[in-house]
């Protein structure tokens, strides 16, 4: 069943870890609050919940038995494991588990009126990602990589993993595809170059766009301040941006789902 008031139920994933996924998860939705849209982010990497340290704050929800009210940072509604379970204690949960507090997360969580719930799967194919696909109707994934060889092998499996289940590719997003030197400007491939466009070429997907690689991103997760929340304008925050509006386009604000992107055989 559909989650009640919600838009768009978007998964961002990945075929291994290390790839800056969920920067671009939250980046990308404060990107979206900013532009106007009601958006949730859900946090699904149980096992390695970050979106607290990068949204910086560390309260906890409240709510009843039944219902959880969601932490609100940025204009964006949020839920993690990060809240409930802080620190650096391990999770050391198996499947079922894991499957009974991903329906929690989205069916007992006030989300409220959404145009958008992102969820930031864990890397890899595995229960979380199962569990999400069982437990919703996904109007698509966007798949997150590196122009690395090894990174794009992984994304190709995530890729075909989506397309078995039937949810729809909404495109893939190259991560930390260059690096700008400072003082002389000049342009490093420092994974490779252009592997995210071949790769949805090929697979017949959209590509949604290139990431530089950039130290402001990764202070301002550590910081808790994303760059996304900077002033307009910002170099660094624009390229995240470009990415909400082209993923505004391909889902459709006032749409229920995305379009029915398939893979060829």
């Known amino acids: 069943m559909p989650i009640p008031g919600v838009r768009n139920l978007v998964a961002i994933g990945s075929g291994k870890g290390g790839v800056g996924k969920t920067t671009v998860s939250v980046n990308l939705a404060i990107s979206l609050a900013r532009q106007g849209r009601k958006v949730g982010l859900l946090d699904a990497d149980v096992y390695g919940p970050n979106v607290p340290l990068m949204m910086g704050t560390t309260e906890t ?3 009843n038995a039944e219902r959880i009210r969601p932490i609100e940072k ?36 006030e989300w409220g009126e959404l145009d958008y ?9 595995g229960d979380v990602a199962l569990s999400l696909i069982q437990t919703a109707p996904l109007s698509g994934a966007i798949v997150v990589t590196t122009p690395s060889d090894v990174s794009l092998e992984d994304a190709r499996k995530a890729i075909n993993m989506f397309a078995q289940v ?52 990764r202070i301002g997760g550590d910081s808790g301040a994303p760059v ?16 909400a509006r082209r993923l505004d386009v391909i889902c459709g604000s006032a749409q229920a789902s995305g379009p029915k992107i398939t893979i060829e055989d």
């Open 61 to 63: 929800p409240l709510g």
């Open 74 to 109: 940025y204009g964006v509604k949020l839920m993690s494991m990060g809240f409930l379970n802080p620190g650096d204690k391990p999770l050391v949960w198996r499947g079922p588990m894991l499957h009974n507090v991903i329906q929690q997360f989205l069916r007992n969580v």
């Open 117 to 125: 719930l992102l969820i930031d799967l864990p890397p890899g194919t």
């Open 166 to 217: 039937r949810v729809p590719i909404l495109g893939i997003v190259e991560n930390m595809s260059y690096l700008i030197a400072p003082g002389s400007g000049e342009r490093i491939d420092v994974f490779g170059m252009g592997g995210g466009k071949r790769t949805a070429e090929q697979m017949n997907v959209p590509f949604l766009g290139e990431l530089a690689l950039n130290p402001a991103v």
């Open 228 to 243: 996304t929340t900077r002033a307009d304008g910002d170099a660094a925050a624009e390229p995240f941006f470009d990415l």
